[in-house]
């Protein structure tokens, strides 16, 4: 066994079969964090943290690194509102998530029946629509990006071209990244309205990054661009506030949601983030008609409250879908069209359950086209002897679109037009649908 280096804590890491790599104090054998090993005590006592076990501190300076310890309770920000974006408390949605392994074959038969009859009426063919922009083609072309992060690439430039397609790429407005990770969606974005095309317009550009966990090597703090204003919200979706955002509210920009790869319930809290707390909740006011890049903005926005808080308008919204099997009841925000259906809670979570089927019937356990972490749907939910493996493949896609039609009809009810397209190919990634949606069209006076 090698002896620890000079001047380093003399602890050994059983884990790592190495010793530890701190600085010991001047007279010391070990570090601050193993002090408790030195005979003598190494001074002060150390003492587990009372805010967080991981970490130790010396006894007498205990009340000082509360006052400043990372896992202390910090105060709230303005935007945090507990859950506002939660959806209702009543009815149905403490019901026990169902296990499909706990059902009787004539349950499911009977489960199968009601999705079927449910799909009627419903387009279950998705158009095919692989788009690229031309901000990433020096990327794509790239030998030193590997297989993975060609992927992901492939995946941006699909969803930039069908913003570009859309009218929603363009400067002027506010895009706000939902389950933004490291930012890339919105890098690529922001590289993309860089041309001399559009920032002929000089007009400004904002971009709200929203992730609730705190994410190592975030590429939005590389930007500094004039004009250009890049903010990082750590908050859950669920309890974010849009009409309290500060940034928002001062130039009251045209807002964008974007997302790629929005777990389960992380779509249906940022469609509501989106299209209620952010200010569109009244239904009296029609969305206005969403802006081309060429089109001069005019000036205030539907949302704004009369007091002048709040952010400008919703011109549409772009989110890659996935993990479905991650999806509650209380969130979604398609239970109206579940019940006009004869769904309720109980249909809800099973076919959340049997939507996973889409996804993992057909590989190798945590074999994933997409590169994310996702969390597994539970493994007691194949139904073996019951169905076969593509006849399981093609009920999980039909149980993901009906998800995916209550969204659309509630996008409906709040005045836009959404649609449900294949953005890029399976191959890439088995979650590759892209939910669209942009305000209808106000009818003439």
């Known amino acids: 066994m090698a002896a620890p280096e000079p001047s380093r804590c003399c602890f050994f ?56 310890c990372n896992s202390r309770e910090k105060a709230k920000p303005v935007y945090f509102v507990q859950n506002i974006n939660a959806g209702s408390a009543d009815g149905d949605e403490t019901l026990r998530q169902v296990s499909l392994s706990e059902l009787s074959r004539t349950e499911l038969e009977t489960l199968v029946d009601k999705l079927k009859t449910a799909f009627k009426g419903l387009q279950c063919d998705l158009e095919d629509s692989v788009q690229s922009h031309p901000a990433l083609h020096d990327e794509l072309h790239n030998p030193k990006n590997g297989d993975s992060a060609h992927k992901h690439l492939k995946q941006q430039s699909s969803i930039l071209g069908h913003m570009e397609e859309l009218g929603l790429l363009g400067r002027g407005r506010c895009f706000v990244e939902f389950g933004a990770g490291r930012g890339k969606l919105s890098h690529w974005i922001h590289e993309a309205l860089k041309t001399c095309e559009h920032l002929k317009t000089c007009e400004d550009l904002q971009l709200l990054l929203v992730e609730r966990c705190s994410t190592r090597f975030k590429v939005d703090g590389k930007h500094q661009d004039a004009g250009v204003q890049f903010e990082r919200l750590q908050v859950d979706i669920q309890h974010l506030d849009l009409s309290k955002v500060p940034l928002l509210c001062e130039k009251k920009l045209p807002l964008v949601g974007v997302g790629k790869h929005l777990c389960g319930a992380a779509t249906d809290l940022a469609l509501r983030c989106l299209l209620e707390t952010a200010g569109q909740s009244e239904e009296e006011e029609p969305p206005h008609k969403r802006l081309r890049p060429s089109e001069p903005r005019s000036g205030g926005g539907l949302g704004s409250a009369p007091t002048g808080c709040g952010p400008g308008p919703v011109l549409g919204l772009t989110v890659a879908l996935c993990c479905h099997h991650r999806c509650d009841w209380r969130h979604y925000v398609g239970q109206q069209f579940f019940l006009q259906r004869g769904l309720g809670a109980r249909e809800f979570s099973a076919f959340c359950r049997m939507s996973s089927w889409a996804t993992c019937g057909l590989r190798p356990t945590n074999q994933r086209g997409d590169g994310e972490e996702h969390e597994p749907a539970e493994e007691t939910d194949a139904v073996n002897g019951f169905l076969s493996a593509s006849e399981r493949e093609q009920l999980g896609r039909l149980c993901k679109q009906l998800i995916d039609h209550g969204r659309c009809h509630f996008l409906q009810m709040k005045g836009f037009s959404s649609k449900l397209t294949r953005y890029i190919s399976s191959d890439i990634t088995l979650e590759n649908v892209l939910l669209t949606a942009v305000p209808l069209t106000p009818h003439s006076s």
Not at 33 to 61: N, Q
């Open 13 to 68: 890491v059983q884990k790592k079969k190495r010793f530890c790599k701190m600085v010991a104090g001047k007279g010391r054998k070990y570090c601050g964090e193993h002090a408790t090993m030195e005979e003598d005590g190494g001074g002060s006592r150390r003492i587990v943290c009372p805010l967080d076990p991981k970490h130790t501190v010396s006894e007498d300076k205990l009340q000082k690194h509360l006052e400043k």
